[in-house]
């Protein structure tokens, strides 16, 4: 059976009195889960992150990484830097750095395998847009860009990867999609998976949701069959919202 991975990306939020803050709230509401809980701070708090984190169930991702290990690319985050700040999990691909980054799913597929060459596990982001939808080509656009991310991995490759399916059109927006829009996304996506690789490699795949995940609508979405976790937003900026869909599923 598939762990549930609850995820938090906390986007361009918080600074390191704020990290401290919010994960000193979090670790007194989560000193134990079955499930894995994952927080994604900016890149300036990883180190406090890194440190407040210790002897606690929560893991420390990040936001993104560079395609570069090192030299004269300024601004950039390389992978090595990332897992020497504790980093176990990167979040590649993320709708948003589609929308304001230009990534394509080339770029995001070398990433990945970048994270993955560093022994760190990336969590690779897919998803539609409301104009996508809205013409019915969900199933192609998110066809297309499965097969586009995942682009030559090896099987264990696939199986170490997590996938978060976020709808564009349901992230910060307050709209979500129903759970039976999520889990015909989340089938589609576990089946492409198989005809790319097996039925017993799409199996272990890890397929999470993201898009306005909260407390309220987090148990209904992460009951489907194919919904493995959450990649949550807003919700996860503060501890007793976090904590609160955690304690949920």
């Given at each position: 059976m598939r762990k549930k991975i609850i995820a938090g990306n906390w986007k361009m939020n918080n600074d390191i009195f704020q990290t401290t803050d919010l994960l000193n709230g979090l670790k007194e509401k989560i000193s134990s889960s079955e499930h894995l809980v994952i927080v994604c701070p900016p890149f300036t708090s990883l180190v406090v992150a890194q440190q407040l984190l210790k002897n606690s169930p929560i893991k420390l991702g990040a936001q993104d990484v560079s395609l570069f290990d090192s030299g004269a690319y300024t601004g950039e985050i390389s992978v090595g830097m990332l897992k020497a700040a504790g980093c176990s999990y990167v979040i590649v691909g993320h709708s948003e750095r589609r929308q304001y980054h230009g990534e394509t799913n080339e770029i995001i597929?070398?990433?990945?395998?970048?994270?993955?060459?560093?022994?760190?596990?990336?969590?690779?982001?897919?998803?539609?847009?409301?104009?996508?939808?809205?013409?019915?080509?969900?199933?192609?656009?998110?066809?297309?860009?499965?097969?586009?991310?995942?682009?030559?991995?090896?099987?264990?490759?696939?199986?170490?990867?997590?996938?978060?399916?976020?709808?564009?059109?349901?992230?910060?927006?307050?709209?979500?999609?129903?759970?039976?829009?999520?889990?015909?996304?989340?089938?589609?996506?576990?089946?492409v998976i198989s005809q790319m690789y097996s039925w017993a490699t799409a199996e272990k795949v890890i397929i999470q949701y993201g898009g306005s995940v909260k407390s309220e609508n987090a148990k209904e979405l992460l009951s489907q069959p194919n919904i493995d976790g959450a990649l949550v937003g807003g919700a996860c900026l503060k501890a007793d919202s976090f904590a609160a869909i955690i304690t949920a599923v």
């Amino acid at each position: 059976m598939r762990k549930k991975i609850i995820a938090g990306n906390w986007k361009m939020n918080n600074d390191i009195f704020q990290t401290t803050d919010l994960l000193n709230g979090l670790k007194e509401k989560i000193s134990s889960s079955e499930h894995l809980v994952i927080v994604c701070p900016p890149f300036t708090s990883l180190v406090v992150a890194q440190q407040l984190l210790k002897n606690s169930p929560i893991k420390l991702g990040a936001q993104d990484v560079s395609l570069f290990d090192s030299g004269a690319y300024t601004g950039e985050i390389s992978v090595g830097m990332l897992k020497a700040a504790g980093c176990s999990y990167v979040i590649v691909g993320h709708s948003e750095r589609r929308q304001y980054h230009g990534e394509t799913n080339e770029i995001i597929n070398k990433k990945a395998k970048k994270v993955l060459d560093a022994g760190l596990i990336p969590i690779i982001c897919i998803g539609e847009t409301l104009d996508e939808r809205e013409k019915g080509i969900t199933d192609q656009i998110l066809t297309t860009q499965t097969k586009g991310v995942l682009a030559d991995f090896s099987n264990a490759e696939v199986e170490k990867s997590i996938i978060a399916y976020e709808p564009v059109w349901a992230i910060g927006t307050g709209k979500t999609a129903t759970k039976e829009q999520a889990e015909e996304s989340h089938q589609l996506i576990r089946k492409v998976i198989s005809q790319m690789y097996s039925w017993a490699t799409a199996e272990k795949v890890i397929i999470q949701y993201g898009g306005s995940v909260k407390s309220e609508n987090a148990k209904e979405l992460l009951s489907q069959p194919n919904i493995d976790g959450a990649l949550v937003g807003g919700a996860c900026l503060k501890a007793d919202s976090f904590a609160a869909i955690i304690t949920a599923v």
